[in-house]
């Protein structure tokens, strides 16, 4: 595990005066969504990060508590801040419930987020997604359909969901719009996997990421951005619904 630090060789951008800790955790995001940044990497100090930026300490760190929020990072006192391993295991549902609870309000917000966006990609790549990308993503619906009997692998259902809707996003043409939710997307992987873990329940996000196909192919774009939407609400409001009782209540059902 790398543990020096990466200040001296990574492209830090100075920030503006808005919501300067907002700008900092969007940075690092995409550092680790492109792979600048790896599981277990040291990030640089405050007192670096904060020299870099051009920016507050403070600011500094309610950014890596944000990240630390979403599970990209992981904070161990006196050592430091790291990048934490995509792969977060689960031993029992308790600790998957207790994680998804500390991560709540974040995971909702950036689900709020992503419906907004991926709505507007999957509209727009319903006006001239060719047939090649409609079996690219038929091909990652019957992969996961394959895994979703068992849910033996989570992490591997859970990089499928990614590649679903990132393969949408590129579908889009719109270079921003994908730059976003290719960033954003990978902050969603542990929570997604804690969901799944919690509640083992795949079918409804077969069922929605089927239509959202259909609605694709159909090359509606009204029809494909309503069936995106749908499916990331329900998402969200899945997330809402987990509580202190959700392990009790997977395990009488």
Known sequence: MTTTSKSSS???RRVGAVRVSD??????????AEN???PGDKLPSEMELSEAFEISRASVREALRMLESEGLVEVRSGAGAFVAS???LFSTRHEA???L???QDSTIQLLQVRRAIEGLAASLAAEGISDETIDQLRDTLSQQRELAESLSNLDRLVELDVRFHEIIARASGNAIAQDIICSIIPSFFNSNRAVL???GNMSKTLEEHQRIVDALASHDPRMAEGAVRAH???VSDEVKGISPDSESAQAKA
């Not at 700008?23 to 680790?32: G, T």
């Open 10 to 12: 990574l492209e830090l």
């Open 97 to 99: 419930v207790e994680w």
């Open 36 to 38: 600048v940044l790896h």
């Open 86 to 88: 995509p792969q977060f």
């Open 101 to 103: 609870l500390k991560r």
């Open 23 to 32: 700008q900092v955790a969007q940075q690092i995001r995409a550092l680790i």
């Open 197 to 199: 873990y919690v509640t």
């Open 232 to 234: 990331i609400i329900r």
